[in-house]
């Protein structure tokens, strides 16, 4: 097993030890897993809480600070957080505002959030959520019931902490995260399988020469397995997919993202051929985020999501941000 790490057993918390330590901003607490905006919490304003299973880096906690969340949970590879996780993430943050829950659909995390969600409010705190659901692959898989969370969990995360950096109520921010997952349309490939810390193999099985169209975060099935394709028919076929689901009449946010093991080089060559599919389809780009940010551990592939912004959307989008893994204006 060739991975950078000591033992399988700790390789959160050393993460979160090095976390800790490149960015002493925020505050770590690597025994209860909790990442929290080092300012929190900011008197007036609704706190976003998020998490997930690790292996996605940087997703989520490196999309904690000021314009994105005021904490992240993180659970073990590829494992949802628990309950007590999310609620002390949630004590650590509310200013009195509200805190909103910002939940990918796997059956783990809404599970474990609903229950958070219920154990917070006992303790006083006012909580909202919303159900991240952007993936056109497949309707259920191993993990969800319904469309599963991946891409459009960046975009929901930095243009609802924009708006509650405004100081906009807790339904507002609420409402505003909504509009952006049921803007949001993804897709994702994989030319090669992931190996877990534990399992220390890959976890599935991807013949050489073959790639899987329609990979979920966790390396669950896609649409279709097909000999390996060229970096333009990939993208032919993962914005297709998009647009048979979505009919944009605003301008679109684009995410071209890498899973983990894809290089820019290949990743900008791969936004090339997606520009190219949407100025053919007819479909005005905004803005385009191009790199690694909802990945899936060593994974080769990537993923496209689309997110049809207004001027408001779009600026929030465009407001400051801080944080680890993504930031500009500041």
Request: with cysteine; net charge negative.
């Given at each position: 097993m060739r991975m950078l790490i000591n033992v399988p057993e700790t390789v959160v918390a050393d993460a979160l030890r090095g976390l800790a330590a490149a960015h002493p901003e925020l505050t770590v607490d690597v025994e209860n897993r909790v990442i929290v905006r080092g300012d929190a919490p900011v008197a007036g304003k609704v706190a976003l809480v998020s998490g997930g299973g690790s292996g996605h880096e940087p997703l989520h906690g490196g999309f904690v600070g000021p314009g994105m969340l005021s904490a992240a949970c993180p659970g073990e590879v590829f494992t949802s957080p628990v309950p007590d996780q999310m609620v002390r993430a949630a004590a650590a943050v509310d200013s009195g505002a509200g805190v909103l829950f910002i939940v990918k659909n796997y059956t783990g995390d809404v599970l474990n959030f609903d229950m958070a969600a219920e154990l917070a409010e006992d303790e006083g705190i006012q909580v909202a959520k919303v159900l991240v659901d952007d993936d056109v692959a497949v309707t259920d898989s191993l993990y969800t019931a319904g469309r599963r969370g991946t891409g459009a969990t960046l975009f929901v995360e930095k243009i609802a902490g924009a708006a509650a950096?405004?100081?906009?109520?807790?339904?507002?921010?609420?409402?505003?995260?909504?509009?952006?997952?049921?803007?949001?349309?993804?897709?994702?490939?994989?030319?090669?399988?992931?190996?877990?810390?534990?399992?220390?193999?890959?976890?599935?099985?991807?013949?050489?020469?073959?790639?899987?169209?329609?990979?979920?975060?966790?390396?669950?099935?896609?649409?279709?397995?097909?000999?390996?394709?060229?970096?333009?028919?990939?993208?032919?076929?993962a914005v297709n997919a998009i647009l048979e689901d979505m009919v944009p009449r605003n301008p679109v946010l684009v995410l071209v993202n890498g899973m983990g093991a894809t290089p820019l080089l290949e990743l900008y060559g791969f936004n090339a051929e997606v520009q190219r599919m949407l100025t053919a389809r007819g479909v005005a780009v905004a803005r385009t985020l191009v790199g690694n940010y909802v990945t899936s551990l060593d994974m080769a592939g990537a993923s496209v999501t689309l997110c049809q912004v207004d001027e408001e959307l779009l600026r929030l989008w465009d407001a400051p941000v801080k944080t680890a893994g993504l930031r500009w204006g500041m």
């Open positions: 950096d405004e100081a906009m109520p807790l339904e507002r921010v609420q409402s505003i995260a909504r509009q952006v997952n049921e803007n949001s349309r993804s897709f994702g490939v994989a030319l090669s399988a992931c190996t877990t810390p534990a399992k220390g193999s890959p976890t599935f099985d991807l013949p050489s020469g073959e790639l899987e169209l329609g990979i979920g975060i966790h390396g669950e099935p896609g649409r279709e397995r097909r000999p390996m394709m060229t970096s333009g028919e990939i993208a032919d076929f």
